[in-house]
């Protein structure tokens, strides 16, 4: 008997302990503050002090808690948790006039949400363009059960800098005529660059670039990644650039990706990884036997003319002396070769397990991305409707049932022109702005098809990661051209696409993405180029409204605008 009630005991103190899942919880103080990203001074957004912000470290269904502090004397903020699923949190999603009012200065909000599966991701601010500023950090939720071998992990956050300060960018970026803010000072890993010199540079014959003179200690001197010989690391790679797209690549060895934004994938052997804003890769790196050896890792821009140097660290061996490695740094591949870039991406394929997506869906959504004009501003649209986001945040008005809040008409669901020519200038350049908002009902599934095309001088097509918040979506695949209706659906990979939050759109060409929508809320769904979001670049996905009006949500991510008065007219202090 007294067995059985040990035994019984054992049980259920196991089970009690493997449901009891942790509470990960911190307060952060957000303010600008002095630093020295690329060994010149500038001003970042600091969280605690720090640049960039702190790792939070997670186990799969922990709960995690943020009190962020607005100490910034006069601007609001939020904070985004960038691939966190937010199921049944909403109002957390941290993206502001979408799920929330700003923070105003002085005040504090909580975040609480489940991080419900393991995966890389990062967290960024999500109001104007304080991401640009250093509002940043790394989010690792790991699994109990880690399906992954590996010795040991590092994590790489890479990002793009600016000497010229966010409000005079933004400034520049809506003004008419728009004056362009340039390519980025300075590419950061962990937040560490160095402008205007180059720790490579004794290769440069032609001594063109100063060798760089930072002390052990500086802000900006980059952190060397310390490896035994003979074992197999993790590399958690995020990439938080406002514009750049990325190649990273580690002189001497292969990488083998296994991870992208948070899902295993097929795992696959290169020599580098392109990685565009909003993108998350977790790669396994095998070192080799020689313990005294040491190796450039490189970051540099592709897609876009480079006018910034590489990023540069090392990766050293144990017994290897902190001096430079004895070779060049692995050179970038060229910028525009597009084609490099897709067959990386058709490269990516789901690990075996994951569900496939349903053989058809319910919806369609075609979205032409355009440059265009509003009244000489340049504008960036989706379906000739430029997103301009409305001061109360869509998931308030939705469910207060506050249908001034926002323009109720939902942009077209097709690009109406259907013999638009996406190869030349838009003919008629001028746009209409709007909430840009698609309504879906609960438990359907969705294809979005995004369409490329020609902007408004010279024969350019930009890239664009567009990037969904509350969700992952499958990849069903990319074309050159003008998608057909009705015959490019059967080109579509529905065996093994990938699961991702951020794919990328390629110049004149299209990609295709279905999800479910299983997660009543209101998401933005957007290209992650800062200034292109900025000008307009991005749609809303309300979802399930019908269950937004019983969902709990804090009054306090509402109170502004519209919402704001119905919270007080309710009588609620
Ligand atoms: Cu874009």
């Avoid at 720790?199 to 002390?215: H, I, L, R, S």
């Avoid at 979005?448 to 890239?463: C, D, H, R, T």
Wanted: aromatic letters at 12%; charged letters at 20%; a neutral charge.
């Amino acid at each position: 008997m007294a067995v059985i009630v040990w035994w019984l005991l054992t049980v259920v103190v196991v089970a009690f302990h493997m449901a009891s899942a942790a509470v990960v919880e911190s307060t952060w103080e957000v303010e600008y503050k002095y630093w020295w990203p690329d060994c010149k001074e500038g001003i970042v957004m600091a969280i605690n002090g720090q640049f960039p912000g702190p790792t939070i470290d997670a186990v799969a269904g922990d709960t995690v808690i943020i009190h962020v502090v607005n100490k910034l004397s006069t601007e609001g903020v939020v904070i985004h948790w960038h691939g966190i699923r937010q199921k049944g949190t909403p109002w957390a999603d941290g993206a502001a006039g979408v799920t929330q009012c700003p923070i105003n200065p002085g005040e504090t909000f909580t975040y609480k949400f489940i991080v419900d599966k393991a995966g890389t991701h990062f967290y960024h601010g999500h109001y104007g363009m304080q991401r640009s500023a250093g509002l940043y950090g790394m989010l690792i939720v790991r699994s109990p059960k880690e399906r992954l071998i590996y010795d040991g992990e590092f994590n790489l956050l890479l990002s793009d800098w600016w000497h010229q300060s966010i409000h005079s960018q933004e400034l520049a970026l809506s003004s008419r005529p728009m004056r362009w803010i340039g390519e980025p000072q300075s590419l950061l890993i962990n937040g560490r660059g160095q402008f205007n010199c180059s720790q490579a540079a004794y290769f440069n014959k032609g001594g063109e670039k100063d060798v760089c003179t930072f002390k052990e200690n500086d802000q900006c001197a980059p952190q060397t990644l310390r490896v035994e010989p003979n074992r197999v690391y993790r590399l958690r790679i995020a990439s938080t650039t406002a514009l750049a797209s990325l190649n990273l690549a580690v002189q001497g060895h292969q990488l083998v990706v296994v991870e992208a934004d948070g899902n295993y994938v097929a795992p696959f052997t290169v020599n580098d990884i392109d990685i565009y804003s909003g993108e998350t890769y977790s790669v396994l790196l095998k070192t080799n036997a020689l313990p005294s050896n040491k190796y450039w890792i490189s970051v540099g821009v592709r897609g876009r003319e480079p006018k910034t140097p590489q990023a540069l660290t090392v990766l050293n061996y144990v017994d290897a002396t902190e001096s430079r490695p004895s070779h060049p740094p692995p050179v970038t591949p060229i910028w525009n070769d597009t084609d490099r870039s897709k067959s990386f991406s058709k490269k990516i394929f789901a690990a075996k397990g994951y569900p496939k997506p349903p053989e058809k869906s319910h919806d369609q959504l075609i979205l032409l991305n355009t440059q265009n004009l509003y009244d000489d501003y340049t504008k960036w649209s989706i379906n000739n409707v430029s997103l301009s986001v409305p001061v109360t945040p869509y998931l308030g008005s939705i469910k207060y049932g506050l249908k001034s809040a926002y323009d109720l008409k939902s942009p077209a669901k097709k690009f109406t022109v259907d013999n638009y020519d996406i190869m030349k200038p838009p003919p008629n350049p001028n746009t209409t702005k709007g909430s840009g908002i698609y309504n879906f009902p609960f438990g359907i599934v969705v294809d979005v098809i995004l369409q490329n095309a020609n902007v408004l001088k010279g024969v350019i097509s930009e890239i664009h990661p567009w990037h969904l918040h509350g969700h992952d979506f499958w990849v069903l695949g990319y074309g050159d051209g003008k998608f057909k209706p009705g015959i490019d659906e059967k080109t579509f990979n529905l065996k093994n696409p990938p699961l991702r939050n951020t794919v990328v759109l390629y110049p004149f060409g299209w990609t295709a993405l279905r999800f479910i929508t299983d997660n009543p809320g209101v998401w933005f769904f957007h290209c992650h180029i800062e200034p292109h979001l900025h000008m307009g670049m991005g749609v809303v996905f309300a979802e399930g409204v019908d269950r937004i009006g019983k969902m709990e949500i804090p009054d306090e991510a509402l109170g502004c605008g519209l919402t704001r008065k119905w919270l007080m007219n309710r009588g609620r202090p």
